[in-house]
Each structure stands twice: as structure tokens, then as C-alpha cells.
């Protein structure tokens, strides 16, 4: 039998319900909460979703160091300075986040551990190898380099507001401390912008956006992002 049309037509059957899938997704009404099928976001602005399934995994890391901080003020830590920037980015920049993944991906193909990370990046303009306290990376590159059983390994391309990262740790520096402890690492940065210019642009898209809160989760409502607005109750 002529299998091969018959793999085409259903590919063809399953992109477009995925397309309407998210055509659907983008027509919620704005007052209303998630739908049931998103029982688990809980904060949307502008269209973007956020769920607890993204959030807590970086309130655990956090919490490591920081065992005394309330779970609002977790929350709202991780909303403001890495997940509601980064998924703002996503949005506005995805061509030019794509090309930045694709050279990340080219450099990791190559290199297998810190020193030919280090060796591969030498011509590339964003690359720092110094000490760093558990919150001073990115979040999710911090999660990595923390990590004492990837201690030397490179990771894959890692997601941050500016773009994605490649990291990798020399060495693990301990502290007397709880929480102070330090590692030695090369981060090397495939950016979409300068320092400068991001900070430039999430100021403008938060300012933007502020007022564009259409659910946040009642649990959730003291935690949301200090530069945003809670969405107004519903009139009865």
C-alpha cells in the first residue's frame, strides 16, 4: 500500500489541529481564569502563561540557600527576575533568540568539558570565567553550575532572559558558611543584546505590560512582580 502519502496526509491532519490548538489557546476570554486543561498556571499577562510546574523547581533551588525566605517571597523573586523576563523575550525575539540557540549548539557540539569549552570560545566576545555565589548567575545557569555531579561537563544551551548560555564549573569553592559556598566557572553568553539595550527594552515591556494581568492565582497574588498590577476583580 502507498504508505508514504498516507504519512504525509497524517502529518498534515496533526499539524493543523495543533494549529487550532493554539489558535484556541489565544482566544481566552481575558477575564477568565485558565482553562481546566491549565489548571496548573498561575499567573497570566499579556497572553503568556506562567505555571507553578516552570516556578517551583527554582523556589526549591533557592530555598537551599535561603531556607528562611517565605514561599510569596520565593515566588516573586523568580517571576520577576527570571521567568516573566524570559518569556517575555521569547516572544518579542524569537527569530533572533533562534540564532543565538543555533550557534550555542554549534559550540556545545564540539566541546566536552570546561577547558575545551573555555578553548572553543576564545574568538567568541561574551565569555567570563571568575567566582560566582549561588544568585549571582542567572537562575538557571546557577541550578547547572551548583550541580556537583556535572562539576566539569558543559551544559547544553541554557535559557536566560538575553539569550542562552553554555557553563560549565572548574571547581567547587566550599564556605563555612551554609549558603556561601562558591564555584569557579566559564559562562559563555549568546546574546540578543548588550547589557545595557535588554535592560533598556524590559523596562519599556514592563511598563507595557503592568496593567495587562488577566489571572493570577489567589495564592499567588501577594507574589506577583512589583511593577505589575493585580487584575481588577469582576464586576457582579
Given amino acids: 500500500m502507498p504508505t508514504r502519502p498516507l504519512a ?3 502529518g498534515a491532519i496533526l499539524a493543523a489541529a495543533v494549529a487550532v ?36 523547581p ?8 535561603r531556607p528562611d525566605v517565605g514561599r510569596k517571597t520565593l515566588a516573586q523573586k523568580v517571576l520577576e527576575g527570571h521567568l516573566v523576563p524570559l518569556r517575555l523575550a521569547e516572544r518579542a525575539f524569537a527569530a533572533e533568540r533562534a540564532a543565538q540557540r543555533a550557534k ?22 561574551v565569555q567570563d570565567r571568575r567566582r560566582y555565589t549561588r544568585l549571582q548567575p542567572d537562575l538557571s545557569v546557577g541550578m547547572f553550575l551548583f550541580d556537583r555531579l556535572q562539576e566539569g561537563n558543559v551544559s547544553d544551551p541554557i535559557a536566560v532572559p538575553r539569550g542562552f548560555v ?14 556561601e559556598d562558591m564555584v569557579e566557572a566559564t559562562q559563555v553568553g549568546f546574546f540578543t543584546h548588550k547589557v545595557g539595550e ?29 511593577w505589575c498590577q493585580p487584575p481588577k476583580p469582576e464586576k457582579k
Fill in 58 to 65: 527554582f523556589m526549591a533551588w533557592i530555598r537551599e540557600t
Fill in 104 to 125: 550555542a549548539v554549534e559550540i556545545r557540539s564540539v566541546v566536552q568539558n570546561v577547558y575545551e569549552l573555555e578553548r572553543a570560545s576564545d574568538a567568541l566576545e
Fill in 8 to 10: 504525509i496526509l497524517a
Fill in 198 to 226: 535588554f535592560h533598556d527594552w524590559i523596562e519599556q515591556e514592563q511598563a507595557r505590560v503592568a496593567d495587562k494581568v488577566t489571572y493570577v492565582h489567589p495564592d499567588y497574588r501577594d507574589a506577583l512582580p512589583t
Fill in 166 to 179: 553554555l557553563a560549565s564549573t572548574h571547581e567547587h569553592v566550599d564556605a563555612p558558611v551554609a549558603g
Fill in 21 to 56: 490548538a493554539f489558535a484556541a489557546c489565544g482566544e481566552r476570554t481575558p477575564s477568565a481564569p485558565p482553562a481546566a486543561t491549565s489548571a496548573d498556571v498561575i499567573l497570566t499577562i499579556d497572553g503568556i502563561d506562567i505555571t507553578l510546574g516552570e516556578l517551583e
